[in-house]
């Protein structure tokens, strides 16, 4: 009969319905249910909203609590979250930006180190030119030097012809 009562009692709603019950099933409601697999008992109530409860009201409540407070955790715990990942990518993009400051100095390091050895080179260079324009220049000047000679020997010829 107990488990025939607690069938009933699932599908009642609304505590105006129970002041409706016959008086047999208003004892067992109030009273204690015991399981017949556990052989144990179970405290039956209602709560505020008419629901029907298997634990005291005290245990709901704390469990209501607990309920409450693992969703504001949980809610922390995301919002927590939240901002780890934009500070990963804040902390992301500013390492790029480091990186490639980095390399650019690194660049410009190595462009600094080896400007003394392009300017040698580059010396090198213009002295090798000069030595060799100043040699060209020289036989030029050798050249010249040479046919002005053949001309005067040329004019002299020319006027010694010319005079005769």
């Known amino acids: 009969m107990i488990i025939s009562v607690w ?3 699932r599908n009642i709603k609304s505590p ?3 002041r409706h019950l016959p008086s047999d099933m208003s004892s067992a409601i109030g009273g204690s249910i015991t399981n ?3 052989n144990a008992a179970a405290t039956v109530s209602f709560d505020d909203l008419g ?3 298997l634990i005291p009201p005290t245990v709901a409540d704390a469990s209501e609590r607990l309920r409450d407070q693992c969703r504001e955790f949980s809610s922390k715990v995301n919002e927590f979250s939240s901002l780890v990942g934009d500070i990963m990518a804040i902390v992301e993009a500013r390492a790029g930006e480091i990186e ?3 390399l650019k100095t690194i660049a410009l390091r190595t462009a600094v180190e080896r400007e ?3 300017r040698v080179a580059e010396l090198n260079r213009i002295s090798f030119l000069l030595r060799e324009r100043q ?3 020289d036989r030029l000047m050798a050249q010249t030097e040479t046919y002005a000679k053949m001309e005067q020997e040329q004019q002299g010829v020319l006027d010694a012809l010319i005079a005769k």
């Open 51 to 53: 629901r029907l409860r």
């Open 116 to 118: 003394p050895a392009r």
């Open 100 to 102: 490639k400051q980095k």
């Open 16 to 18: 105006k319905i129970l």
């Open 7 to 9: 069938r009933e009692i």
């Open 36 to 38: 017949p697999a556990t």
């Open 135 to 137: 040699m060209q220049l």
